[in-house]
């Protein structure tokens, strides 16, 4: 506890630009951290999803997506075939933790496989089952969420062939239980993660500047691949490849890809780190001779994206369904005059994660499996939405396309580190001098 305490102190102390810890130090956080959440967390969940006993398989080099987010972070990849079992004993609320394997999966779970006794694994695995006789077998099935979905055919196979006929009629699918291990935060992580989105911002004001772009020179392109090479150096990955889009009124002219005056630049980009990830989307104008500030109209535009993001953010509720919350903002934001299109979705341990869905750029009705589900505390999501507007002298309507991370817990829903208010302007205009 001493050697984590000391890491996230010098995590949370240090400045955005020097934040990010060596890979030793790291592996002391996330250890730690997964600790903290199989104490404090999985007891509780697997009580509310009403299994007793959660069983999750894989294979070396292909991985549950949820048994890769319980590996120690010495361990890359599952070895060989690697069986985990979380048994909850009803009376005493305690969960017990095994390894079918032939090592400890960590200092959290210990290998329980006798090989002279059962050469066979799956033996092995139904002694654990038959001996501890639970009332349900949880395993990672689902046709909602890729991310439940993880234990594969042969493995399905095997492991039923292994089980006496009474314990087969016991299993049941996982996916309520892993959803909620994949998107439950802890109080930690949630220390950990306003950094990570201020390391984000800061590296789209970087990006998004005279440092990187010339205009008349610089493509999007140059600027994707800056984008990509900033985040290798500062020591973080990326979840997906970064993108950036020009909106421009004359899109006739050559060099479509060349940034110029005038131009509306857009960029979707997110980092991981401590098996985090954040995913951010912003806006900056490039701007003309003469000017110091972006059209009025679209200083207005962007102002009816910002209220699109305020409209979703009053839906949040816990207990309400994804879909619920996209009709109600969806149905207040037309009422306003606005024109948004709403595609939020939870964020944690993957960039698009397991849990309640809040509309799709192409399913503005509703998203049937996932949005269905129902929004709980402790929960992280990223604010994706757009608003079309018209712009005087542009031949096509302006979208904002906004994504801000934010937190809901029992005091409501907040932004992780805020979110942008107005457009960012390059150059940057120069302070006056008195």
């Not at 985090?276 to 200083?299: F, S």
Request: aromatic share 8%.
């Amino acid at each position: 506890m001493k050697k984590f305490l000391l890491a996230l102190t010098m995590l949370l102390a240090a400045p955005a630009s020097a934040d990010v810890l060596p890979l030793r130090a790291q592996a002391v956080v996330v250890n730690q951290l997964l600790a903290e959440r199989f104490d404090q967390l999985l007891p509780d969940m697997m009580a509310q999803a009403g299994i007793d006993m959660w069983v999750l398989v894989s294979r070396e080099y292909n991985e549950d997506p949820v048994l890769k987010t319980m590996l120690p972070a010495e361990w890359l990849n599952a070895r060989r075939r690697t069986i985990l079992v979380f048994y909850r004993d009803a009376a005493s609320g305690k969960v017990e933790r095994l390894a079918v394997a032939r090592y400890d999966v960590g200092a959290s779970i210990k290998q329980s496989w006798d090989k002279k006794k059962f050469p066979n694994q799956w033996d092995a695995l139904a002694d654990i089952v038959k001996t501890r006789n639970p009332r349900k077998i949880g395993l990672n099935t689902s046709a909602t969420f890729g991310h439940a979905d993880g234990i594969d055919h042969t493995d399905y196979n095997e492991l039923l062939a292994a089980l006496p006929a009474a314990l087969k009629s016991r299993v049941v699918s996982a996916e309520p239980l892993a959803v909620r291990w994949l998107e439950t935060r802890t109080e930690r992580e949630m220390q950990i993660y306003p950094q990570m989105v201020n390391a984000t911002h800061k590296v789209i004001e970087e990006g998004f500047s005279e440092r990187v772009i010339t205009p008349g020179v610089t493509t999007t392109e140059d600027v994707v691949w800056w984008f990509r090479q900033k985040i290798r150096d500062l020591g973080y990955d990326t979840w997906f490849h970064p993108s950036v889009e020009i909106q421009r009124q004359d899109k006739e002219r050559a060099n479509p890809d060349v940034i110029i005056p005038g131009d509306l630049l857009h960029v979707d980009i997110g980092i991981t780190y401590l098996r985090l990830n954040t995913d951010i989307q912003q806006h900056v104008y490039v701007l003309k001779p003469g000017e110091t500030a972006a059209p009025a109209a679209l200083q207005e535009a962007f102002a009816g994206a910002n209220r699109v993001q305020d409209i979703l953010l009053s839906q949040f509720q816990a207990g309400r369904s994804g879909n619920a919350m996209l009709a109600a903002a969806l149905q207040q934001a037309r009422a306003e005059g606005l024109r948004p299109t709403i595609y939020s979705h939870p964020i944690g341990y993957h960039g698009h994660a397991a849990g309640p869905a809040i509309g799709m750029w192409d399913a503005q009705t509703g998203v049937p499996g996932s949005g269905d589900d129902l929004l709980r505390p402790r929960t992280a999501y990223s604010i994706e939405l757009s608003n079309t507007a018209e712009i005087p002298g542009c031949r096509e309507p302006v979208n904002i396309m906004l994504e801000e991370d934010a937190y809901f817990d029992a005091s409501g829903v907040r932004y992780i580190n805020g979110r942008q208010k107005q457009l960012l302007l390059l150059p940057r205009p120069s302070p006056s001098v008195e």
